[in-house]
T-cell receptor, first 113, second 110 residues
Framework: NAGVTQTPKFQVLKTGQSMTLQCAQD?????MSWYRQDPGMGLRLIHY???????DQGEVPNGYNVSRSTTEDFPLRLLSAAPSQTSVYFC????????????FGPGTRLLVL | KNEVEQSPQNLTAQEGEFITINCSYS?????LHWLQQHPGGGIVSLFM???GKKKHGRLIATINIQEKHSSLHITASHPRDSAVYIC????????????FGQGTRLTINP
């Protein structure tokens, strides 16, 4: 199993550009989530999904969109990048419940100029 | 005030020492996770606790639900244990969400 994969590993954007961060898992996990990690702060939840076709907002959803058309994929879209979205983004997945063991992707480092 | 507080924020110790990292939370929870973030950035799950104590190798995690406190212990610490250790909780009244502490940076010197 590849586990949780994320692409790209690193990206530089200009303010106003849009892009999609990819996340995929091959463990047939129902639960998937996106976090951002900023210096001096803990991981913060952006969006999450409890299954295909079902998504919900986390703590910091503004400026981000998600969709879950398949069990395997959970892309995160930045609609119009801002310097405040410079961060490291992690995708995670688990079997059906947040109380199950969480599996994290390797992260995407995003720099918005 | 953060709902999840970890202490200490930074900890430096010598190889072989017994390490304790603490996590306190201010609200009712249904589960608590301990995670390890390697210097390269990868995050792995160490434990999920809802009560009592769990042990895996040299790592021990305990939780006291009434006192709203959990500890992560490392016995016979080794330089490869150097990492950031993160506590995360699921709130009782919350949806499928985790709230994270800021992490404890542990450095073990040889």
């Amino acid at each position: 199993n590849a586990g949780v994969t994320q692409t790209p590993k690193f990206q530089v954007l200009k303010t106003g550009q849009s892009m999609t961060l990819q996340c995929a898992q091959d463990m047939n996990h129902e639960y998937m989530s996106w976090y951002r990690q900023d210096p001096g702060m803990g991981l913060r939840l952006i969006h999450y999904s409890v299954g295909a076709g079902i998504t919900d907002q986390g703590e910091v959803p503004n400026g981000y969109n998600v969709s879950r058309s398949t069990t395997e994929d959970f892309p995160l879209r930045l609609l119009s990048a801002a310097p405040s979205q410079t961060s490291v983004y992690f995708c995670a997945s688990s079997h059906w419940d947040i109380q199950e063991t969480q599996y994290f992707g390797p992260g995407t480092r995003l720099l918005v100029l | 005030k953060n709902e999840v507080e970890q202490s200490p924020q930074n900890l430096t110790a010598q190889e072989g020492e017994f390490i304790t990292i603490n996590c306190s939370y201010s609200v009712g929870i249904s589960a608590l996770h301990w995670l390890q973030q390697h210097p390269g950035g990868g995050i792995v799950s160490l434990f999920m606790l809802s009560s009592g104590k769990k042990k895996h190798g040299r790592l021990i995690a305990t939780i006291n639900i009434q006192e709203k406190h959990s500890s992560l212990h490392i016995t016979a610490s080794h330089p490869r244990d150097s990492a950031v250790y993160i506590c995360a909780v699921r709130l009782i009244q919350g949806a499928q969400k985790l709230v994270f502490g800021q992490g404890t940076r542990l450095t073990i010197n040889p």
